[in-house]
């Protein structure tokens, strides 16, 4: 192969990253700046400059990451092929399997995927006679295990943490739920197994506590490079500082700006104290944006201007100026769904595919009205998470609710709001359901004993919940939302703590459906509604061209990708920046304000804002709203206002 002209290859930025000098370096790479071509020139030149693939890792987030780095560098220079490259997970894996023994292993230990995880945790929950509704499921308490060990947490804090969510009843406590997850770590180790955790624990153990191990694979690793730097947790990051404490050749690539991922375990200080721990480091800024206008990047170099603790960097576009982005003060969130079916027409009209635009939202319940509007008007659209609103499990468990009080002949409905409870599957409520002559007149107070009266005595107690939740009829009913409150605030809160891993945030998604029924006159009205776009929905889907739709997306979910037109919903404080975030830490801001900037940079060449004036409760109240305050902070003069 030819030898690569990297001056000609790179502009001055990449290239003094690419071909830096041995010793620790930090690559600041802000947003569309070329953080993935820099890094594989990076290999490259190491190659060409003689360095032994073999000696060189590369870590990244995922496999495929590294995959793509490794044959794009290969596309530039034999040997590649020899490197270390994968995900922090693949090495452990890589290092276990040669020395597991040391720890107590076999070499042929197995890998518990998060299936077989969850059987043997389900298997421990039974063997202790601890399963119940009240009892938290077996992914709930795997989380909060994965959360302890990445965080390095005490695992008693974790649980402790769960219980604040929780309603403690008599049933358990705190320490049954660690007697069955230290019973699951026993269990791992007398079935010479790991799971993904153990990996990444038992993978710094090696390199912590065996001298020999760490200074051969130190010497081994000539240089490390590291990928997404900024999402490293404190496992991650401190094993790479011992392999990196041979040669001392580590190149970290990363953004201070885009850390995000602290709710996951991603640690924002390993980033910003890297140059305590390397004092003698290079620190290298990759500025130059190829993605954005002008327009846009003036934006997000200002809405980061506010965070208190970051490396000063300020983007600088390659392209020409095009179009100032707009700022969209709305009546409320009706008037901003039927803004952005206009928005989406108009862009179509400027020759904007629907695949290159995207609604950019900070939860999932932001998008509600606007994906019921998309519906109605037979618009494709695809959500990144893959699951529409009301196709969510925790949505379709309280519509089924709802149906049981609409209508007494909905046996789907009914069977799925009993088979919520413990010890109830599809053949024990399809029995009680023929028992009362298939038909189930919820209103009927005897009838509601006779269901009590059918059912185990684990679920009694849950039964009893809801019932709690049942209006006595629907004349007594003053605000529609008022039956989704009361069914999550007697029963489904604790549910919803007990069965999923991400509960906050599934709470939140029944706050909103609260809050958007109040625009309907009757249950039967908001069930036929749903009922019929979601029928528009398959329509749409089986229609619409391979590829071709508008994408909808959690900001969270949209980092690293981009589009040519952006529209971001409901920037008012509280919902963006989140109310939780600002209180749940005094980073929340700073995270929130790095979430926005992500935000922005998702757009190359239009950026549209909207800031809804006001919120509709569900008992038809109608609440102000503060314009979000990363939007306040915007100096007029770059951003164009437009009222509905």
Known sequence: MPKIDFEQALNAEQLAAATAPDGPALVLAAAGTGKTRTLVYRVAYLVEQGIDPGRILLLTFTNRAAQEML?????????????WGGTFHHLANRLLRRHAPVLGYGNTYTILDRDDSVTLVRRIIQDAKLQGREFPRPAVLLSLLGQATNKEQPLAGAVDGWFSDAAVTAAFGPEDVLKVLTTYTEQKRELDAMDFDDLLLNGLRLLREHDELRERYGEQFQHLLVDEYQDTNSLQAQCVDLLAGVHRNLTVVGDDFQSIYSW???DYRNIMSFQQRYTDAKIYLLETNYRSVPEVLEVANVCIEGSRNQFPKTLRATREPYKTPTIVRLRDGSEQSFFVMQQVASLRREGYKL?????LYRAHFHAMELQLQLSRDQVPYTITSGVRFFEQAHVKDVCCFLRVLQSDEDVMAFSRLLELLPGIGPKSSQRIWNKLGRKCDI???DLRHQIAEMLPAGAKAGWGNMEAAMPSGMSGVRFLGELVDAFVQTFYHDFAVETFENHRNRLDDLQGMSNY???????TDFLGDIALLSNLDAEVEHLQEPGESLRLSTIHQAKGLEWSAVIVLWLVDGMFPSSRSLAESEEGEDEERRLFYVTVTRAKDELILCVPESRRMHDH???PCEPSRFITEIPPE????HMV
């Open 71 to 83: 044959e794009r560098a290969s596309d530039l220079v034999a040997g590649v092929s020899g490197i």
């Open 264 to 266: 996951r375990g991603a």
């Open 355 to 359: 695949s290159e635009i995207a609604v």
């Open 517 to 523: 029924m109040e625009r309907f006159e009757s249950l």
């Open 621 to 623: 109240s109608v609440i």
């Open 443 to 445: 209103y009927d107070l």
């Open 638 to 641: 770059l951003v164009q206002e």
